[in-house]
């Protein structure tokens, strides 16, 4: 190792995954050296939702394991890490406290700067894990908890233009999941049926589709979908051809939105680089959809590969090396006082 060399030891916790990770970054960019997920689906599925207590509970058991095998991944020792980064917000604030506890206790025990993260700065710049940098930019940040898309000049300047003001995309498909009967986490059960079903087969509104704002609304399109199911006798009594069309038609108007937004989104701000991230993103008709839409305009649009498009720390380091460090002695009473946000805006 040499002096332009720095190591980023992350913590991501602020839902139900406990992710631990370690990262180098030199001249040539930011390395992923180690990227442990721990994720709790087994646990909150029998409950369609994610149960606060349960999560942080199982971050407990999991935070030391994680960071272990995280550490022996890398091959690097804890006297070698530069730097500590973990998720301060926002998310489940008994979730959050776990993964940034740990994060200030070898922050002060090992004399090592501390930098506290914004979850969704995460997700927003997660592709340049794998892509090189490239400002100014739209985001669209997609997941069960969040529909949101920003402006984004730099890793300092990100201004929000447009949310969800009621459901996430992500917390539609797994509601509608459950209602089916298929159970939480939901994206990814939806996104399968959908593969087999028709999408024009269910004619789903489309919501706030011509609003004059960036703005959307998912819990309308929410109600359509499972007055649907109802009305068609209910879970548990409609043919799986009928199921795998309602996955396809659902997921075709969440994904028509999307589009209609970050492409009014683009010419309002007259930006052609996207990227797409969080949980959602992995939607295979969400990635064809703005697939599409590069070929169209001349954009480009930019994910994170499937594995650190859900919840991770790899990427919480990647926005840490561009945030300012607290020392744990130098700045002792700014140290102390870092704590976890669950409403923490951007």
């Excluded at 996430?168 to 009967?181: I, M, Q, T, Y």
């Excluded at 959809?289 to 790899?314: M, Q, T, W």
């Excluded at 020392?327 to 002792?332: E, I, M, Q």
Aim: glycine share 8%; proline share 4%; hydrophobic share 40%.
């Amino acid at each position: 190792m040499n002096n332009t060399e720095i190591i980023n030891l992350a913590f991501e916790s602020s839902c139900d995954d406990f992710s631990c990770s370690v990262l180098l970054k030199n001249e040539r960019g930011v390395k992923i050296l180690s990227n442990v997920i721990y994720s709790q689906d087994f646990v909150h599925g029998i409950y369609g939702g994610v149960v606060p207590e349960l999560a942080s509970r199982n971050h407990i058991k999991a935070s030391l394991p994680a960071l272990r095998i995280a550490l022996e991944e890398s091959g690097v020792n804890l006297k070698h890490v530069n730097i500590i980064s973990a998720t301060a917000g926002p998310g489940l604030v008994g979730s959050l406290l776990i993964g940034l506890m740990e994060a200030k206790t070898l922050s002060f025990a090992l004399n090592i700067p501390l930098v506290k993260v914004n979850h969704i700065e995460g997700h927003i710049f997660s592709p340049f894990l794998e892509n090189p940098e490239i400002f100014p930019f739209i985001a669209l940040v997609i997941s069960g908890g969040h529909t949101h898309i920003y402006l984004v000049k730099s890793h300092s300047d990100i201004k929000l233009v447009g949310r969800t003001r009621d459901d996430a995309c992500g917390e539609l498909f797994d509601k509608v999941s459950n209602h089916l009967g298929f159970g939480y986490p939901g994206g990814g059960t939806i996104d399968k049926l959908a593969e087999k079903g028709d999408k024009d087969a269910f004619n789903f509104p489309l919501p706030m589709l011509h609003s004059h704002n960036l703005d959307m609304s998912f819990s309308g399109l929410k109600t359509a979908v499972i007055s649907t199911i109802n009305n068609l006798g209910g879970p548990g009594k409609i043919k799986q051809d009928t199921i795998c069309d309602i996955a396809a038609s659902v997921r075709e108007a969440v994904a028509k939105v999307l589009y209609k937004k970050i492409a009014d989104t683009c010419d309002i701000y007259g930006i052609d680089i996207i990227i797409v991230s969080g949980g959602v993103s992995a939607n295979s008709r969400i990635r064809t959809i703005f697939a599409e839409y590069e070929r169209n305009k001349g954009a480009k649009v930019l994910f994170p590969s499937i594995s650190l498009s859900a919840d991770n720390a790899a990427m919480i380091g990647y926005a840490g090396y561009f945030k300012p460090a607290v020392d744990p002695v130098k700045n002792k009473e700014e140290f102390l006082n870092i704590n976890a946000d669950s409403s923490w805006e951007l």
